[in-house]
């Protein structure tokens, strides 16, 4: 009889792995767990006979893999609860941004806050995740713009995955604006980041990737083959943010370095698009980005379906166009407004978020060998996740078998 430590038994499993049902679903199964990581799962009448320390009778419930919130910007100082005032009083985004505010503002925040400080703000907005099912989370640097702010803003999101039960993939964004010291010397600002302050990143062994936002009012393409290339001398892989606000052909050019992702993608053309496919990055869609911001142009699903292209959904939680810290609202969004399906935005914060990730070995689907993350939710249908708004039908929350 082999021998394990928890069982969890009379689930209905939402595996999300790869193959014939949909949601890779198992009705009455098991999952047994040994030392943090998935021993067994399938159905229950196949199981072997395990010896379980603890046995978990689930009544029926669903269980997914635990939630991936694949791209976030969770440590930052600060809010831009005022802008949005601003913003609805009439005030344009330019000149709030000239009056000193926008993204800026909180560089000028991050900067100033503590590590302490910026550790208990972040985890305010984790436990919101956390209550949702999420088990593994991405967080992005690039609110410090010198290298001491960017590090601090990476040591936090260390000490996160220390001190919380989370997985924590970390992402050095430097090139996320230009500070106001290299206004109009973008040139040497990018020099800058992907010269001394990456070296610092990588020698405190501080990011898992390297990221950019490529954007005419951010970096351009040659700027961003320029990091691209000097991420991959330090054996880094790469993600962008591309095709936000216009086409810069910036998903492409991540293909070309073999990047996990590129995010946002709104006006992705069908040659991006093709280019992504063929190097199997995952288009990462942000529906709360392109829901604060208004915008009129969503990103071309369609096309991505017909090549194939991995689609992950995250919060994007940011400040300044994505103050969310749901993702179970951010897979509502993708549905109504990108038209996902249900069964495509829960692979999209599992199977495909792990992906973006680089985790696929690790996470994303309830499988033999992977971590033992796991979100159990009192629901009839796994669908229900993405139907409701404001609802958090979670019934446990399982991380490395815990
Ligand atoms: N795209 C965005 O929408 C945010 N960053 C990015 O690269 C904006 C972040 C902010 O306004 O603070
Ligand atoms: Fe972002």
Not at 51 to 75: F, K, N, Y
Not at 85 to 99: D, H
Not at 255 to 263: E, R, V
Request: with cysteine.
């Amino acid at each position: 009889m082999p021998a394990c430590g928890k069982i969890w038994t009379h689930a209905r499993l939402a595996t999300m792995a790869p193959g014939q049902t949909p949601y890779g679903a198992i009705e009455d199964g098991l999952v047994a767990e040994q030392g943090g990581r998935i021993l067994w799962a399938g159905p229950r009448r196949e199981a072997p006979s395990f010896s379980a320390a603890e046995t978990i009778d689930c009544e029926g419930r669903w269980i997914t893999p635990g939630l991936i919130d694949c791209h976030t910007h969770l440590v930052h100082g600060g809010d831009r609860a005022h802008e949005f005032e601003l913003r609805l009083g009439g005030a344009s985004y330019e000149e709030i941004a000239r009056a000193g505010g926008g993204i800026l503002s909180t560089v000028r925040a991050t900067r100033a806050a503590s590590e302490d400080a910026l550790f208990a703000s972040a985890d305010r907005r984790l436990a919101d995740l956390i209550a949702e099912g999420v088990t593994t989370i991405e967080i992005k640097s690039g609110y410090g713009l010198e290298t001491d702010s960017e590090a601090k803003q990476l040591r936090v999101a260390c000490r996160i995955c220390r001190e919380r039960p989370v997985r924590v993939a970390t992402s050095f964004l430097g090139a996320h604006a230009i500070p106001p010291d290299y206004k109009d010397r973008s040139d040497d600002y990018l020099d800058l980041v992907a010269g001394p302050m990456l070296d610092a990143i990588a020698e405190q062994k501080l990011a898992d990737a390297v990221d950019v936002f490529c954007e005419t009012i951010a970096f351009s393409p040659a700027q961003t083959e320029r990091l691209f290339k000097a991420a991959r001398l330090k054996n880094l892989p790469v993600k962008i943010h591309a095709e936000q606000l216009s086409n810069l052909g910036g998903a492409a050019l991540a293909a070309s370095y073999g990047a996990l992702s590129a995010d946002h993608l709104e006006y992705l053309d069908a040659d991006g698009a093709a280019a992504m496919a063929k190097a199997g990055v995952v288009a990462t869609l942000l529906p709360g980005a392109y829901y604060f911001l208004r915008e009129a142009k969503a990103p071309p699903v369609d096309l991505l379906r017909a090549r194939g292209v991995p689609i992950a959904i995250a919060t994007d939680c940011n400040p300044g166009t994505s103050p969310m810290t749901s993702i179970l609202l951010a897979m509502n969004m993708g549905c109504t407004l990108f038209r996902l399906t249900p069964e495509e935005t829960l692979a999209g914060v599992t199977r495909h978020a792990a992906r973006a990730l680089g985790l696929a070995h690790r996470v994303g689907t309830i499988e033999a060998g992977k971590s033992c993350d796991l979100a159990i939710w009192d629901v009839e249908r796994p669908a229900e996740l993405s139907y409701r708004i404001g609802a958090n039908p979670l019934f446990s929350r399982v991380w490395r078998g815990q």
